[in-house]
């Protein structure tokens, strides 16, 4: 005998596979980013690793930016699960400037390293900013798929397919981009406390 599902049952289906694929995705950039953080902690002990090194004002105020994406992208979400199609564009929209805020405050930042004398790569290069450089770009890459998945979601948005019953796609850019928060905080704070 054969069983069929219904809509809703399948569309239940394919949200729970969707989310499950997400999580496995953001388990193995978490092992990344701890193998990496790893590393940093080992490459400590090495006689070139700078001491007293500051990181500088612009990661303090991208960290203050990302945070502000995590709640525009959860309000957007509430706003969809009301039918409320206006707030969910505008911080949608609201979101996207955040998260781009935040990319020009990462190379602000590196700008900044570079001023104070700091280089990421060559001779005049330390240990140090090399990790940091490499912990931020991967964070950057990751970011910037999170962007894109953001800019689907608005197109999407925009061609009216998402609505109180149909809010998977805003689901889990959310949950990628909450994710992204998360990561960078995280750096952030191991960067502060373990430079």
């Known amino acids: 005998m054969e069983m069929t599902m219904t809509k ?41 690793w700078l001491k007293g090194f500051q990181l500088p004002s612009a990661f303090y105020y991208s960290t203050l930016v990302i945070i502000g994406c995590s709640v525009t992208f ?29 990319v020009a405050l990462q190379f602000a930042g590196f700008e900044q390293i570079v001023a104070d004398g700091y280089y990421f790569t060559g001779a005049e290069s330390s240990i140090t900013t090399t990790f940091l450089y490499v ?29 109180s019953t149909q809010t998977l796609g805003i689901e889990l850019g959310a949950m990628y981009w909450h994710f992204l928060d998360f990561l960078w905080v995280y750096l952030f704070l191991f960067l502060y406390f373990f430079k």
């Open 8 to 48: 809703d049952e399948d569309r239940a289906r394919s949200a729970k596979s969707s989310k499950l694929i997400l999580l496995f995705a953001m388990v193995s950039m978490t092992m990344m980013f701890a193998g990496l953080t790893s590393a940093f902690v080992v490459s400590k002990s090495r006689t070139d």
């Open 74 to 102: 959860y309000l957007a979400k509430r706003a969809i699960q009301k039918d409320n199609r206006k707030a969910t564009t505008n911080l949608l929209l609201t979101t996207l400037a955040l998260g781009i805020l935040f």
């Open 135 to 163: 912990v931020t770009v991967t964070h950057l890459f990751h970011l910037a798929g999170g962007i894109i998945s953001l800019l689907v979601i608005i197109y999407n948005h925009f061609k009216q397919k998402y609505n």
